[in-house]
Nanobody
Framework: EVQLVESGGGLVQPGGSLRLSCAASGFIFGAYAMNWVRQAPGKGLEWVSGINGGGRDTTYADSVKGRFTISRDNAKNTLYLQMNSLKPDDTAVYYC???????RGRGTQVTVSS
């Protein structure tokens, strides 16, 4: 069974940091590009960042560029999102998603608030 499980969310103050993880199973993880997407309360899905299968090529939404870093460890079948300098506007449910096959996890909540 193809599965993605996010973890690492929580409540953090503005300016703080969090590291999200996404554990993949049921497919050859390194063969697929991966994305992080998020959904803020009352809004649609927003693409945040993407990484190719080998991990060398990364892209970011303008809203997170310079603050977030996407990475992956193919030996551990795990995708990461390091989030620094968090802002209240970053509050959302964060999902990891496989590029191809419409595969997405159940999400992890990130709340940035003082």
């Amino acid at each position: 069974e193809v599965q993605l499980v996010e973890s690492g969310g929580g409540l953090v103050q503005p300016g703080g940091s969090l590291r999200l993880s996404c554990a993949a199973s049921g497919f050859i993880f390194g063969a697929y590009a991966m994305n992080w997407v998020r959904q803020a309360p009352g809004k649609g899905l927003e693409w945040v960042s993407g990484i190719n299968g080998g991990g060398r090529d990364t892209t970011y939404a303008d809203s997170v560029k310079g603050r977030f870093t996407i990475s992956r460890d193919n030996a551990k079948n795990t995708l990461y999102l390091q989030m620094n300098s968090l802002k209240p506007d970053d509050t959302a449910v964060y999902y990891c998603a496989r590029v191809g096959g419409n595969v997405r996890g159940r999400g992890t909540q990130v709340t940035v608030s003082s």
